[in-house]
C-alpha cells in the first residue's frame, strides 16, 4: 500500500510560495524590514532605508518593505535567525534622531512607535514574540525620530540624513551578524 505523502505549500512574506520541502532545505536567512507607509510623510523612512539596502546590498541579505501590521510583521520573522527593523519614531526627540534597540536586551517603548493606522504596531509585535519565545535570537530595531507624518507630505531633510546614516550602519550590522555565523542566503 503506498504511503500518502503531504506536500502543500505556505505563503511566505515576500509574496510568493514556499513547500515544506524547501523550508526544511534552507536555513532561515538575515531579513531587514524597512516599516512605513510612503504617503505619510517622515512614516516612510523605513521603507526609504529597504529602498536604498536593495540598491546596494541585494545579495547580501533579504530586505522587505511592510506597512505596520503587527501580525504580519509576526509571521516575516518567525523563521529568521537575524532580522533588523526599520521605523519612523515620535519620541520627542529632534527629528532625524536615530534611536536603536537591541530587541534581545530591552523592550521596545510602545510610545515610540505609535504612528500606525494599525493598533498592534512594531512595539506590540516584537513584545508578544518575546513573551511567545518566538523572538529571533538576534533582533535590532531603528527608530528614526519624525517630524511630519501628513498625509501627501514628503520626507524631512533631517529625516533623509538620518536614513542614509542608519543604512550605513545596518550594513556593518549585517557585516557582524555574518561574523558571528548568520547566514547570508535568503529563502
Avoid at 8 to 20: A, D, I, Q, W
Avoid at 119 to 140: D, H, K, M, W, Y
Wanted: glycine residues 10%.
Amino acid at each position: 500500500m503506498p504511503t500518502l505523502r503531504y506536500l502543500f505549500t505556505l505563503p511566505t512574506c515576500s509574496g510568493y510560495e514556499m513547500s515544506t520541502n524547501q523550508l526544511a532545505q534552507k536555513p532561515p536567512p538575515i531579513l531587514v524590514i524597512g516599516v512605513g507607509n510612503l504617503y505619510r510623510g517622515d512614516d516612510a523612512v523605513g521603507r526609504i532605508v529597504a529602498q536604498g539596502l536593495k540598491r546596494e546590498a541585494t545579495d547580501r541579505v533579504n530586505i522587505i518593505e511592510k506597512d505596520c501590521d503587527g501580525a504580519a510583521l509576526m509571521e516575516c520573522w518567525e523563521s529568521a535567525d537575524a532580522v533588523i527593523l526599520i521605523d519612523a519614531v515620535h519620541s520627542g526627540a529632534l527629528p532625524g534622531t536615530i534611536l536603536r534597540f537591541d530587541a534581545q536586551v530591552q523592550p521596545i517603548p510602545a510610545t515610540y512607535f505609535h504612528y500606525s493606522s494599525h493598533a498592534f504596531g512594531v512595539a506590540e509585535a516584537v513584545e508578544l514574540s518575546r513573551t511567545l519565545n518566538q523572538l529571533p535570537p538576534r533582533f535590532i530595531v531603528y527608530g528614526i525620530e519624525g517630524k511630519c507624518f501628513e498625509p501627501g507630505s514628503g520626507i524631512t531633510g533631517a529625516v533623509a540624513e538620518a536614513a542614509q546614516d542608519v543604512l550605513e550602519q545596518i550594513q556593518k550590522d549585517v557585516a557582524l551578524f555574518v561574523a558571528q555565523g548568520f547566514r547570508l542566503d535568503g529563502f
